[in-house]
């Protein structure tokens, strides 16, 4: 392969991250030929030769979309190629279009368009974050989730991320924040009870899940949900920081009665913990002994 080839392809794939699959298996150009970044012919396979990706950002295949999909399949055919990398002998890996792949099935189709590329797992995972959501085709958690999988495991930074899926800087940002929010209200926003929108009020709330109940239970809508957050946030805030203060002071106390370190750790309705550290068994005896007559 000569410099320009090489240089024509990586401009090539450079374009694909940048624009989806269109510039890679001819949405809006002819097919992909054979010396284009590696791309074969479009072909159709078996729907047995293919499998899933295990790279696939979006885990959701809602059932009545995939029999919406479905019905128009048996109608209309599969009019877009399914992109896939090779995976052994009569195996194909799904790098996108694994929806279409599953209503195809629904559809009992035998056959699908394929277009075969020879991919890296790196490039694979890419695509496929890139093309999903570039397709709006992830819930906000898998969107926020497949974000922070390209910035830990390919570096990239927040603008690089925007420019190449073609959102804001501060999208991404505001985005990738929603991990932060405990599993069980995150499954909210997954099964669609919660907005993005709703989330992001929850973000720094001492107690996410119930708030987000409370959302779910009342209807309320995001500009209402962030008018109760503004009025319950401060006292919460005031409240944690006095509760902290007096954790503190009776941390002190224990700790020059027992001349030992003392740890208080407050879990609010829960309870908690007191942790009493030694460097010795002596400290140790000393504190059992202290325990166990009460003096």
């Known amino acids: 392969m000569t410099a320009g080839e090489t240089r024509r392809g990586e401009e090539g794939r450079q374009r694909g991250l940048g624009r989806g699959l269109s510039a890679l ?9 054979p010396t284009e970044s590696g791309t074969r012919p479009q072909r159709t396979l078996p729907v047995g030769w293919l499998k899933p990706n295990p790279f696939q950002p979006r885990k959701t295949f809602p059932a009545e979309e995939l029999q919406d999909l479905a019905n ?3 109608q209309k055919g599969v009019l877009q190629p399914i992109l896939v990398r090779p995976h052994g002998a009569e195996s194909f890996e799904i790098v996108a279009g694994e929806r279409r792949w599953r209503a195809a ?3 009992k189709l035998h056959d699908v368009p394929v277009v075969v590329r020879e991919l890296t797992d790196g490039e694979t995972l890419e695509l496929a974050i890139v093309e999903n959501v570039q397709r709006a085709d992830l819930n906000a958690i898998e969107e926020a989730a497949a974000y922070q999988e390209l910035i830990d495991r390919f570096q990239y930074t927040q603008e690089k991320l925007a420019q190449e899926v073609g959102k804001s800087r501060s999208h991404i940002a505001n985005t990738v924040r929603l991990l932060k929010l405990p599993p069980s209200v995150q499954g909210f926003v997954r099964d669609g009870k ?15 899940e119930a708030r987000a109940r409370e959302i779910i239970r009342r209807s309320l809508n995001v500009r209402e949900a962030e008018r109760r957050s503004k009025k319950k946030k401060p006292a919460a805030i005031s409240n944690q920081a006095a ?3 007096d954790v503190k002071a009776l941390e002190k106390s224990l700790s020059d009665m027992l ?6 750790v407050h879990k609010g309705a829960a309870g908690g913990e007191l942790r009493i550290g030694y460097k010795t068994l002596e400290q140790l005896d000393d504190v059992i002994h202290r325990l166990s007559t009460g003096r």
């Open 105 to 107: 099935q629904l559809a």
């Open 243 to 245: 509760s902290n203060a």
């Open 72 to 74: 128009s399949i048996r």
């Open 194 to 208: 919660l907005t993005a929108g709703h989330a992001r009020t929850l973000i720094g709330d001492p107690d996410p």
């Open 25 to 33: 298996i001819g949405e809006d150009a002819p097919a992909a030929t």
């Open 259 to 264: 001349g030992l370190k003392v740890e208080i």
